[in-house]
Nanobody, 129 residues
Framework: QVQLVESGGGLVQRGGSLRLSCAAS????????IGWFRQAPGKEREGVSC????????YYVDSVKGRFTISRDSAKNTVYLEMNSLKPEDTAVYYC??????????????????????WGQGTQVTVSS
C-alpha cells in the first residue's frame, strides 16, 4: 500500500523558514516525480514545485522561485520542500503527490496534479504578518 506522509508545517512569522518533508512507503521515490501542492481556504489547489524522477529537473511556480527548494533524499525515501522568506500569502495546506515519473507542467508554468493518484494528508503552513 502506497502512503505519503507530510510533516514540518507550522506557524511562522513573515520572513521565516520551514522545511516540509514527504516520506513515502510502499514505493521507491527515486522512480517517481514528486509534486508539492497547496490549497488555501477558498482557493483552488495550486502546484508549487515538482522534481522529476529521471533527470531530477525541478520546477517552481513563479511566486516561490528563489525562495523554495525541492530536493530528494533517496536513502530516506523522502522529498523535502525548503521554504525561506515566507510570506502570509504562502499560508495553506501543503500536500505532496506522486504516481508518475514525470512532472506535468504546462507551457505557461502551471504544475498540474491531476495525473497523480497518490496524495498525502497535508500539513498546515501558516505565516503571520
Amino acid at each position: 500500500q502506497v502512503q505519503l506522509v507530510e510533516s514540518g508545517g507550522g506557524l511562522v512569522q513573515r520572513g521565516g523558514s520551514l522545511r516540509l518533508s514527504c516520506a513515502a512507503s510502499g514505493i521507491t521515490l527515486d522512480y517517481y516525480a514528486i509534486g508539492w501542492f497547496r490549497q488555501a481556504p477558498g482557493k483552488e489547489r495550486e502546484g508549487v514545485s515538482c522534481i522529476s524522477s529521471n533527470t531530477g529537473r525541478t520546477y517552481y511556480v513563479d511566486s516561490v522561485k528563489g525562495r523554495f527548494t525541492i530536493s530528494r533524499d533517496s536513502a530516506k525515501n523522502t522529498v523535502y520542500l525548503e521554504m525561506n522568506s515566507l510570506k502570509p500569502e504562502d499560508t495553506a495546506v501543503y500536500y505532496c503527490a506522486t504516481g508518475d515519473s514525470a512532472c506535468f507542467v504546462t507551457s505557461w508554468g502551471v504544475i498540474r496534479g491531476g495525473p497523480y493518484n497518490y496524495w498525502g494528508q497535508g500539513t498546515q503552513v501558516t505565516v503571520s504578518s
